[in-house]
């Protein structure tokens, strides 16, 4: 089956980083995206990977390694509105479809 | 941006009700995707288009269809809605572009309660 698999919530300190990890199990594999989420809102793209390696998007970075079917979106200095839900999502090779996590909690405290 | 709009925030039907959910974007983008968003279980693909008229089911396309008339519309059909219906419907929509394929970009969602 097609699955991904994420923590289901993290807590870390205003200032601090926090990465929160995915791994997949998927067929056709092309990328990993990233969506965060804040309640009552709708998912926001943040950063893809297609390649293996570190993608850097101002505080946000994502990392993928294909042979460890593996990712991980890591987030520095840490702020009180980065507090929201973050989704890991596969997509396969056709490029239609893509499935997604089941999506982490991220609380940030002060 | 893409901007993709839902045709209501908030719905309330009964149960065996026909219940129409629209997505409308104003890019030319050809492929469009319903999911729903249940807690716990993240979002869910029901179904998806890569054109008009064209249409192909998701993981859990059971007791909704769909139709693409036209390019910007995308719209999801309950044929007779049940309680475990209930949920939060989201349009996608991603381009057709080999290289934007990635990024997909959401509706506000409707949050549908079948009573």
């Known amino acids: 089956g097609q699955s991904l698999e994420q923590p289901s919530e993290v807590t870390a300190v205003e200032g601090a980083i926090v990465q929160i990890n995915c791994t997949y199990q998927?067929?056709?594999?092309?990328?990993l995206s990233w969506y965060q989420q804040h309640d009552g809102g709708a998912p926001t793209f943040l950063s893809y990977?297609?390649?293996?390696g570190l993608e850097e998007t101002g505080r946000f970075s994502s990392f993928l390694s294909r042979s460890d079917s593996y990712g991980y979106l890591l987030l520095q200095e840490l702020q009180m509105k980065d507090s929201a839900s973050y989704f890991c999502?596969?997509?396969?090779?056709?490029?239609?479809?893509?499935?997604f996590g089941a999506g982490t909690r991220l609380f940030v405290k002060a | 941006d893409v901007k993709v709009t839902q045709s209501s925030r908030y719905l309330v039907k009964r149960t065996g009700e026909k219940v129409f959910l629209e997505c409308v974007q104003d890019?030319?983008?050809?492929?469009m995707f319903w999911y729903r968003q249940d807690p716990g279980l993240g979002l869910r693909l029901i179904y998806f288009?890569?054109?008009?008229?064209?249409?192909e089911k998701g993981d859990i396309p059971e007791g909704y269809s769909v139709s693409r008339e036209k390019k910007e519309r995308f719209s999801l059909i309950l044929e007779s809605a049940s309680t475990n219906q209930t949920s939060m419907y989201l349009c996608?929509?991603?381009?057709?572009?080999?290289?934007?394929?990635?990024?997909?970009?959401f509706g506000p969602g409707t949050r549908l309660t079948v009573l």
């Open positions: 890019m030319d983008h050809e492929n």
């Open positions: 288009s890569y054109d008009v008229k064209m249409k």
């Open positions: 999502a596969a997509l396969n090779t056709g490029g239609f479809k893509t499935i």
């Open positions: 996608a929509v991603t381009s057709g572009t080999s290289g934007r394929r990635d990024t997909q970009y």
């Open positions: 990977n297609a390649l293996d």
């Open positions: 998927t067929s056709g594999f092309y990328g």
